[in-house]
């Protein structure tokens, strides 16, 4: 034997079984309750005949479970097979809810195909195919029409229909492509209602009735390839730590911002928009002053042509280099060094004397690098002092 008695039979928790055949750490039975791994659902954990199971799964229509420990029983011996019992709830929840949002998503997505779907501790994954833009929004309304169809307390029951009826029915989900075991060698099919709300060809365990499910939370959306949306959630202990989360940077945003929860998007628009507009009059500020010191720079006579040299600090390159093309007015050369670290030199030029020939000066003397064009040039990381630049400046003359 053969396959599974889990899925018709989930409540079920401990049994007794011969064992079929022995090889090593591996061990069949007449017949199990045992849920091997698959179709998105793990094996099930537990004990048989006094040894943990290390795995069960399914190999050619027949069940394998693998021992933690060398079995200290024989072919032909009755055993006690123990399932995990908080783990096999747990998966049985898992799974149930998986249905439940798949249920939920056909009130939400334009279009809809199953694309898969997986349990771990943590978490359980749909994939769904679709091309709905699964935005917030969305996700809210998915989680908030699985927490219903969870307190409407809707029954769960599952049935074996011949194949070709299960594909005639429009509303059964299933992707051949996954759930191909369940149509390859079989006329017939299991099909999974949460009643009046999903229909899924499926083969694992399930609780019967979804007010068993408890709380669920949606933790977010991605995509996992070309065409699928991949939705997961949480379901009981790791679904109320995941909402105490949340409550908690919610009400720490709340409070940050002198507001209530109902409040926070407004208040937090508000206060993005009020520091772009600050941010803007700051930077208006800014090139006004930078542009009062520019003006202010000492006048140098120098082959008959004035120049006007200054230090600054607390400016970007960029931004002194731009003012610098503006505040050279009269005078026919313009030198800023900018007063930080590594400082920098911006030179607007009139052109009679190139701006590039000074910076080139400047780096020759000084190290660091730069260039530019006859009106314009800049250069950074001298390795010297703003002071010691303008020092050499003056001394050319
Ligand atoms: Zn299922």
């Known amino acids: ?100 949002l798949y249920g939920a998503a056909r009130h939400v997505f334009d279009d809809l195909g199953y694309g898969g779907f997986g349990i771990s501790e943590e978490k359980v994954r749909v994939d769904f195919e679709t091309s709905t833009d699964v935005d917030d929004a969305a996700l809210v309304e998915l989680e908030r029409l699985v927490n219903r169809a969870v307190w409407d307390s809707r029954d769960v029951s599952w049935e074996e229909i011949p194949v070709a009826e299960a594909r005639e029915r429009d509303e059964i989900a299933f992707n051949v492509k996954t759930e191909e075991g369940v149509f390859a060698d079989a006329d017939e099919v299991r099909i999974v209602t949460v009643n009046g709300w999903d229909w899924g060809a499926c083969g694992g365990t399930h609780v019967s009735n979804t007010i068993e499910i408890g709380p669920v939370e949606v933790l977010g959306r991605s995509n996992p390839g070309e065409g699928l949306t991949r939705v997961e959630l949480a379901v009981g202990p790791s679904a109320i730590d995941h909402r105490a989360e949340l409550q908690q940077s919610a009400y720490e945003a709340a409070r940050e911002l002198g507001t209530n929860l109902g409040e926070l998007g407004g208040v937090a628009a508000e206060i993005v928009e009020s520091r772009a507009a600050l941010e803007s009059e700051l930077a208006d500020l800014k090139a006004e002053v930078l542009g009062a010191r520019l003006a202010n720079f000492e006048t140098l006579e120098r082959e008959g042509l004035t120049w006007k040299v200054g230090a600054v600090s607390g400016f970007e390159a960029n931004d002194v280099g731009e003012a610098a093309k503006d505040a050279r007015g009269e005078a026919d050369v313009l030198v800023a060094v900018g007063d930080s670290n590594a400082p920098f030199i911006v030179v607007a030029s009139a052109g009679d004397v190139s701006a590039g020939d000074i910076v080139d000066d400047v780096t020759d003397e000084f190290g660091g690098g730069g260039g530019g064009g006859p009106t314009f040039a800049q250069g950074g990381g001298l390795g010297t002092t703003a002071d010691e630049v303008l020092a050499f400046l003056r001394e050319q003359r």
């Open 1 to 100: 034997m053969t396959h599974s008695l889990a899925p018709t039979n989930p409540e079920v928790r401990a049994f007794e079984a011969a064992v079929a055949s022995i090889d090593g750490r591996s061990v069949v039975l007449d017949e199990t309750y045992f849920y091997p791994e698959g179709g998105g659902q793990p094996a099930d954990r537990g004990v048989l005949g006094g040894v943990e199971l290390a795995h069960v799964y399914s190999e050619d229509g027949v069940v394998v479970h693998e021992l933690a420990d060398d079995p200290a029983f024989e072919v032909g011996d009755e055993v006690t097979g123990v399932i995990d019992d908080d783990y096999r709830t747990y998966c049985m929840r898992a799974h149930t809810a998986s249905h439940v």
